[in-house]
């Protein structure tokens, strides 16, 4: 089989020129719950963040979702005192299986220094600063995507709770509610999972459950909620669901390996982790990183603090080729402090 990249950097990602009105830049990260836009002064240091509705186009549609990222993007825009034409580029970082139609959409009203990329891209320069390495997230879905020392791209899961989203909240749900079934039918071992499952979704039984299920039905992130539950139970010790969690950790793990191997990277990389699901802590971050060191053992394996809208001021920055002025600790620092203050 010929295999070529899922994701691959825009032209203006991967061969960056350097724009005489590079002031400002812009990054959104548009997700199923939220927009978030927000404006920087390159020169000075100042941040300006704008709120907007769901821009997923798998949630809302593609209409909605342009609606919602051009609407926070202006909303940014105005309060930085600035006009459109001032960016030296914008970069909108959006969740969805497929964000062609949003990149059509914006290219029929924007200039061409706005750049749609998949919120995977995103998390990757969220990860690592817009170098090599690996960005594995783990919210209610999960996804890998990796940029090498040569550029090469590559992208891994992502395929979603059907098909995919091994080792997310979704799939620690689902796969918790399934280890409480098996020890209801006693074709499993005993889980605290059993009592735990139906008092957290409010029913009498696991077999309750397992009907509303299918009748109401749960959403995914209703199922994805269930997750800090396990965590705690293994935490506290109990065999299944920590096993859940080696389990989730080594799914997650072959998408890394196979990211580190079709990008090139060795020697020393970073492998950000990003999303709820690692809240979990040690219960998974540690067989996570066992699973990679297994193939990149010199690879450092972290999760990663900074709002995913950073990710997208990185590479806005990239773009008119003021990267290397733009750290992700002044960064993540500069949003934090923006976050509290709004």
């Known amino acids: 089989m010929q295999r070529t990249p899922l994701v691959e950097l825009p032209p203006a990602l991967a061969r960056p020129r350097a724009r005489a009105n590079s002031r400002f830049v812009m990054g959104i990260d548009g997700g199923a719950s939220k927009t978030l836009a927000a404006v920087l002064d390159l020169e000075g240091n100042a941040l300006h963040i704008a709120r907007g509705g769901p821009s997923n186009e798998d949630t809302v549609g593609a209409q909605a979702a342009v609606q919602a990222l051009l609407g926070a993007a202006d909303d940014a825009i105005d309060q930085a005192g600035i006009t ?66 040569d550029g090469r791209a590559w992208r891994a899961g992502g395929w979603g709770h059907l098909l995919g989203d091994e080792g997310s909240g979704y799939w620690f749900g689902i796969e918790s509610i399934k280890a409480a079934l098996r020890d209801r ?22 077999e309750a459950l397992a009907s509303r299920v299918y009748s109401k039905p749960l959403t995914k992130d209703e199922i994805a909620s269930f997750a800090i539950e396990t965590a705690k139970l293994a935490e506290d010790g109990d065999a299944v669901a920590r096993t859940l969690y080696e389990r989730g950790a080594a799914e997650l793990g072959k998408q890394i390996a196979a990211v580190i191997r079709q990008t090139g990277l060795e020697g020393s990389f970073p492998v950000g982790l990003i999303g709820s699901a690692f809240k979990a802590g040690p219960e998974f971050v540690e067989p996570l990183a066992r699973a ?51």
């Open 292 to 342: 990679v060191h297994g193939c990149a053992p010199q690879a450092r394996v972290e999760t990663v603090e900074m709002p995913p809208v950073g990710g997208s001021l990185l590479l806005a920055a990239r773009a008119c080729g003021r990267g290397e002025e733009l750290t992700a600790a002044e960064l993540s620092r500069l949003i934090h402090d923006t976050l509290l203050a709004g």
């Open 84 to 149: 459109r034409q001032q960016l030296g580029a914008a970069v909108l970082a959006v969740a969805g299986t497929d964000t062609d139609a949003v990149a059509r959409h914006v290219r029929t009203t924007r200039e061409d220094a706005w750049i749609v990329v998949n919120d995977v891209v995103g998390a990757w320069a969220t990860a690592t600063g817009g170098g090599p390495g690996v960005a594995a997230i783990s919210g209610t879905g999960s996804n890998v995507f990796g940029v090498g020392p």
């Open 185 to 206: 039918e006693s074709s499993g071992p005993e889980t605290a999972l059993s009592d735990a499952a139906p008092a957290f979704f409010d029913v009498p039984s696991v």
